[in-house]
């Protein structure tokens, strides 16, 4: 079993940057791919990006590419998302999640295994 808590959203302003952090419990969770959604509110929940656990692969959503970088310290058992430049669309609940799949990136929420309760980000214009 897996137990992921988010951290670190907020309410900025547009350009502004967070780091959003989620600690994992479990012994495993170097062996895991993790992965950030996120919900805006009437909306779906969205894949946002994801990194496998040689750290090499990662994968994102184009809206976030080149301001999200996604990254993970195993020793640490934490995955982050930093998050520059944000603009008000990037306003939703974030998800920390995890897929006991090691082949590839998944991107549908359906295809991960483990969910954090998530954190809100506001960012107003």
């Known amino acids: 079993q897996v137990q992921l808590v988010e951290s670190g959203g907020g309410e900025v302003q547009a350009g502004d940057s967070l780091r959003l952090t989620c600690v994992a419990s479990g012994r495993i969770f170097r062996s895991y791919t993790m992965g950030w959604f996120r919900q805006a509110p009437g909306a779906e929940r969205e894949f946002v990006a994801g990194?496998?656990?040689?750290?090499?692969?990662?994968y994102y959503k184009d809206s976030v590419k080149g301001r999200f970088t996604i990254s993970r310290d195993n020793a640490k058992n934490t995955v982050y998302l930093q998050m520059n430049s944000l603009k008000p669309e990037d306003t939703a609940v974030y998800y920390c999640?995890?897929?006991?799949?090691?082949?590839?990136?998944?991107?549908?929420?359906?295809?991960?295994?483990?969910w954090g309760q998530g954190t809100q980000v506001t960012v107003s214009s």
């Open positions: 990194i496998m656990w040689n750290t090499a692969n990662t």
């Open positions: 999640t995890a897929d006991r799949a090691t082949d590839y990136i998944r991107s549908k929420p359906g295809e991960y295994d483990y």
